[in-house]
C-alpha cells in the first residue's frame, strides 16, 4: 500500500522539473494554500459577523415594533390595523412587518402575506415561543423573526431582506479571490527570487568545480561569513586542497621517482661505455649481453626522460620555450635527425615554404620524432610526411604502411602507457607507451590537435595528423 | 700532454664511470666531490675543462663557476637536472660555456669537449688584425681591445665574436652559430647563443643595453658592424 502510494507519488511529483522550477512551484502552492485558508476564514467570520449585526439590529427593532402593536392593537378596528397601524410602524428599507391578528393576515404588500413566512416558523410561533430563522424570500435570502403577543391575541412577523448583505459578502468574495490570486503569483515570484538567491552559492560550487576538473588545481571558493554557506565554502575547499595536494603527491612522487633514477642510470650508461670500448675484447656470450644492456639502456634512459616529461605536465610545471620557427626547415630537419637512418620523403605544400609556426623547438622536435619511432615499431616506418596548409592551421601528416589503428582504438593511443591492441597483435615489445601520450601533450599546448585516421590514398595504414596553428606567411 | 679534465660530482659512482668514459677518450681525469675541493684543485692546478654537476652540496655549482671565471677563460661544461628550467640559462649567466642533461651518453661529453676544444676559426689566413670601429680583434694572439684596452673573453665567447668578425654585416642565425661555434645541429638551444651574446656584449660593448656592435635582428639572428 505504502510502496503503491510511494510510487504514485514520484509519478506526480514532477522530477523532470529543475530544483528551481520546484521551489518555485511550492512557494506558489504554500502561498495559494495559505492565501485560500485565509480568504475562507475571513469570508466566514466576516459574513456571520455582519449577519449577527444585522439580526441583533432586526430584533431589538422587531421587539420595539411589536411592543407598540401590542399596545396598540386592543384599540384599533382591522380596517385600521391595515392601514394606520402597519404604516406607522418602524421599519428600514427592505424589512417588511407582517401582523397575524384575529385570524387574519395583514401586511403592505399583497405579495407578501401568510405563505411568505416559513411554515416551521409559523409553528414556532404558534406554540407561543418567539422565533427567528433564515429562508429564501422570493429567491432571495432573508431573516423571518416572529413574536407571538398572546395577550393581545396576535403574531407579530418581520420579513428582513438580506440581499444588499450578499451583495457585500459577494464582492468580498471576489476582492478575496482576487487577491489569493495575487498572493499565489507573489509567492511564485518569491520562491523563483529565493531559490535563484539560494542557489547561486551552488553556481559558483560548479564553477569551481568546474576549473578544478580543468586543471586549476589551486580553485578555490571565496570565505563567505555566512554560517549556512560557510559550511559548504569551507568543506569544499577542504575537498579542493586534499585532492590538490594528494595530485601534487602523486606528481611529485612521479618526479622523486624518475629524478631517483637518473643517478644511476648515468652510471649505468657511461659504464656501458666503457664496455662497449672493449667489446672486441670479449668473448661473444659477452658481447651479445653489452648488446642487450646497452639497448635496454637507452630504452631505460627514454623512459625516465619521458617520464620527468610527463611529471612536469601533471605538476603544471611545463613552460613553453616559444621560438618562430619556419615550419618546412624544421620539418626537414626533424625528419632527418629523427628517421634513423632511413629516409622518408617529405612532401611539401608549396604556400608553406615561408610558414612559421611558434613553437618549443626541442618539443615540436620530440613530437615529429615520436610520431616517426611509433610508425617504425608500428606500421614498418613512415613512408611519407606531408605538409599542407587548411585555412589558418597548418597540417603535419606522417603516414605509414602498417595495420593502421582501428577506429575504437584511435582516441585511446595517445592515453600513457596504452599500447594498441594492434601493437599488441603484431609482438612489438619496443616502446614504453608514453610517446604518444606525450605527442598529445606538447601539441595541446602549442594549441594544436592531433589524430590518427585512414591514410588518404585508402591504402591500408596509418595517418598520424598534428595540427598547428601559423604565426604568418 | 693529454688535455686535463677536472669533474666535479658528488655520487662516486658516477664520477668513477665518467671518469672511466673519459678516460677511454685518451684524457686525464681528476676528480672533485664538493665545490671546494673543486676550487682548491683548480687554484693548484688548472685543467682544460671543468664538468661540473650543478647540484652539489655546499658551494653550489654556479658558485663554483663564477668562482672559476674570475681567474679563468676554461671551457665549462655544467650538468643540469632538466633542459626547461631556469638552471639553464642561470649556469649560462655563471659562466658555464655548454651544458648537459643528466643522464648524458658519455659520447655527447666527449662531443661538447671537443668542440669547445677547438680552436677559434681564422676568417681569412692574412688577416691579423680586425677593427671595428673601437673594437679590435687578433684572432691569431686570441686578443680583444676596446680603445686599446684587452678584454678577458672564454674561449666560447672569443670563437663567437670570430664567427660574427668572420663576415661583417651578415646575420648569422642561431642556428649556424650554434652549429659553427658548439658543433650542434639544427636542434641546437638557442638560449646558448642568447646567453652567449649577452655575456660578449656586457665585455665588448661601452653600453651593453644600447649594443652597438652585435646586433638582435629580430627573428633572424645576430650580426656584427663597426
Given at each position: 500500500m505504502l510502496t503503491r502510494l510511494r510510487a504514485w507519488l514520484g509519478r506526480v511529483r514532477p522530477r523532470s522539473l529543475g530544483l528551481r522550477a520546484r521551489v518555485t512551484l511550492s512557494f506558489a502552492l504554500g502561498a495559494l494554500f495559505l492565501s485560500i485558508v485565509l480568504a475562507g476564514t475571513t469570508f466566514a467570520l466576516t459574513r456571520a459577523n455582519l449577519l449577527n449585526q444585522r439580526e441583533s439590529t432586526s430584533l431589538s427593532r422587531v421587539y420595539v415594533n411589536a411592543s407598540v402593536v401590542k399596545n396598540q392593537l386592543p384599540d384599533l378596528n382591522p380596517t385600521d390595523v391595515q392601514d394606520v397601524l402597519l404604516p406607522s410602524l418602524q421599519v428600514p428599507n427592505g424589512a417588511r412587518p407582517v401582523l397575524h391578528f384575529a385570524g387574519r393576515w395583514f401586511s403592505l404588500t399583497a405579495q407578501i402575506g401568510e405563505n411568505s413566512i416559513p411554515a416551521a416558523l409559523r409553528d414556532t410561533v404558534d406554540s407561543g415561543r418567539p422565533a427567528r430563522m433564515m429562508f429564501d424570500l422570493q429567491g432571495k435570502p432573508a431573516l423571518a423573526v416572529g413574536i407571538p403577543l398572546p395577550s393581545a391575541g396576535a403574531q407579530y412577523f418581520e420579513l428582513v431582506e438580506l440581499d444588499d448583505l450578499q451583495s457585500t459578502l459577494e464582492s468580498l468574495g471576489f476582492s478575496l479571490l482576487g487577491a489569493s490570486a495575487l498572493t499565489t503569483l507573489g509567492g511564485a515570484a518569491l520562491g523563483s527570487w529565493a531559490s535563484r538567491r539560494a542557489l547561486r552559492p551552488l553556481a559558483d560550487v560548479s564553477q569551481a568545480a568546474k576549473a578544478i576538473a580543468g586543471g586549476r588545481l589551486d580553485t578555490r571558493l571565496e570565505t563567505t561569513d555566512d554560517r549556512d554557506l560557510g559550511v559548504l565554502s569551507s568543506s569544499f575547499n577542504d575537498m579542493a586542497q586534499a585532492l590538490q595536494e594528494r595530485i601534487e603527491r602523486d606528481a611529485r612522487f612521479a618526479s622523486d621517482v624518475s629524478h631517483e633514477l637518473r643517478s644511476p642510470l648515468m652510471t649505468l650508461s657511461a659504464a656501458i661505455d666503457v664496455l662497449e670500448a672493449r667489446r672486441d675484447e670479449l668473448g661473444e656470450r659477452s658481447q651479445a649481453a653489452v648488446d642487450l644492456l646497452s639497448m635496454e639502456v637507452d630504452r631505460f634512459r627514454q623512459l625516465v626522460e619521458d617520464l620527468l616529461e610527463m611529471s612536469r605536465y601533471d605538476a603544471g610545471a611545463v613552460r613553453l620555450e616559444l621560438d618562430d620557427i619556419r615550419l618546412a626547415e624544421f620539418v626537414m630537419q626533424a625528419v632527418k635527425v629523427s628517421a634513423n637512418g632511413s629516409r622518408v620523403p617529405v612532401d611539401l605544400d608549396?604556400?608553406?615554404?615561408?610558414a612559421v609556426v611558434q613553437a618549443d623547438k626541442r618539443r615540436l622536435a620530440r613530437v615529429v620524432a615520436n610520431l616517426l619511432d611509433n610508425a617504425r615499431k608500428y606500421g614498418d616506418g613512415a613512408t611519407s610526411v606531408v605538409l599542407q596548409r587548411v585555412d589558418d592551421r597548418v597540417q603535419i601528416a606522417i603516414e605509414d604502411e602498417g595495420p593502421g589503428v582501428p577506429e575504437e582504438e584511435r582516441h585511446l593511443i595517445f592515453e600513457r602507457f596504452a599500447r594498441g591492441g594492434v601493437a599488441g597483435r603484431r609482438g612489438s615489445t619496443e616502446g614504453v607507451g608514453l610517446g604518444l601520450a606525450l605527442v598529445a601533450e606538447h601539441v595541446r599546448l602549442h594549441g594544436g590537435r592531433v589524430w590518427v585516421e585512414d591514410r588518404a590514398d585508402g591504402r591500408p595504414g596509418a595517418r598520424f595528423v598534428v595540427e598547428l596553428p601559423v604565426l604568418s606567411q | 700532454m693529454s688535455t686535463r679534465i677536472l669533474t666535479v660530482e658528488d655520487d662516486e659512482r658516477i664520477r668513477t664511470a665518467v671518469r672511466m668514459a673519459l678516460e677511454d677518450e685518451g684524457w686525464t681525469v681528476e676528480e672533485a666531490e664538493t665545490g671546494e675541493a673543486a676550487l682548491e684543485a683548480f687554484k693548484r692546478n688548472p685543467s682544460d675543462v671543468v664538468l661540473i654537476d650543478i647540484m652539489l652540496p655546499g658551494v653550489d655549482g654556479f658558485e663554483v663557476c663564477r668562482s672559476m671565471r674570475k681567474t679563468s677563460d676554461v671551457p665549462i661544461v655544467m650538468v643540469t637536472a632538466r633542459a626547461d628550467t631556469h638552471d639553464v640559462v642561470a649556469g649560462l649567466e655563471a659562466g658555464a660555456d655548454d651544458y648537459l642533461t643528466k643522464p648524458f651518453a658519455p659520447k655527447e661529453l666527449s662531443a661538447r669537449i671537443r668542440a669547445l676544444m677547438r680552436r677559434a676559426r681564422k676568417p681569412d689566413a692574412t688577416t691579423t688584425t680586425m677593427r671595428f670601429g673601437d673594437l679590435e680583434i687578433i684572432p691569431d694572439a686570441g686578443v680583444v681591445r676596446r680603445s686599446g684596452t684587452e678584454l678577458h673573453l672564454t674561449k666560447t665567447e672569443f670563437r663567437l665574436l670570430c664567427e660574427l668578425a668572420s663576415s661583417p654585416g651578415r646575420v648569422f642565425s642561431r642556428e649556424v652559430l650554434l652549429e659553427r661555434?658548439?658543433?650542434?645541429?639544427?636542434?641546437?638551444?638557442g638560449r646558448l647563443v642568447d646567453v652567449h651574446v649577452r655575456r660578449l656584449r656586457t665585455k665588448i660593448e661601452a653600453d651593453p643595453a644600447n649594443p652597438r656592435h652585435v646586433a638582435t635582428v629580430r627573428g633572424l639572428g645576430y650580426k656584427l658592424q663597426g
Open positions: 608549396s604556400e608553406l615554404a615561408g | 661555434v658548439w658543433g650542434y645541429g639544427y636542434f641546437g638551444d
